[in-house]
């Protein structure tokens, strides 16, 4: 991935199969900075979203990664902590994760 500039990956279905938009997010984006710890990143990654998943996952970024510049945000590694569980970035921050229809939030 070193020697790419930029990767898109589609999101379109993002909340199919009774998955929230907003876990979706969180995952995805939980991927990409652990793909940026790891040096194995391209230098952008873009995510293609529909307009009714936009919403849920611009929300999100904003939770776990702060403010965004014109629907972009920036992971910087150098800040990425494995927290307690393993996690990079403060998943327990976004409301539908912690649902108890999430299963990832129960996994019995």
């Known amino acids: ?13 993002a909340g199919v199969k009774g998955w929230d938009p907003a876990v979706t997010a969180a995952f995805g984006l ?8 790891a040096n194995e990143a391209p230098r952008s990654i873009e995510f293609v979203l529909g307009d009714d998943t936009f919403a849920a996952w611009s ?3 904003e ?20 927290d307690d569980v393993g996690d990079l970035l403060p998943l327990r921050d976004v409301d539908e994760i912690c649902l108890p229809r999430t299963l990832w939030a129960n996994p019995d």
Request: proline content about 7%.
């Open 63 to 82: 939770t776990l990664l702060g403010p965004g510049a014109d629907d972009a945000w920036t992971i910087d590694p150098e800040e990425l902590v494995e």
């Open 30 to 37: 939980e991927a990409a900075a652990s793909a940026a710890l």
């Open 1 to 13: 991935a070193a020697d790419l500039e930029c990767v898109a990956c589609p999101a379109l279905g």
């Open 59 to 61: 929300r999100v970024f």
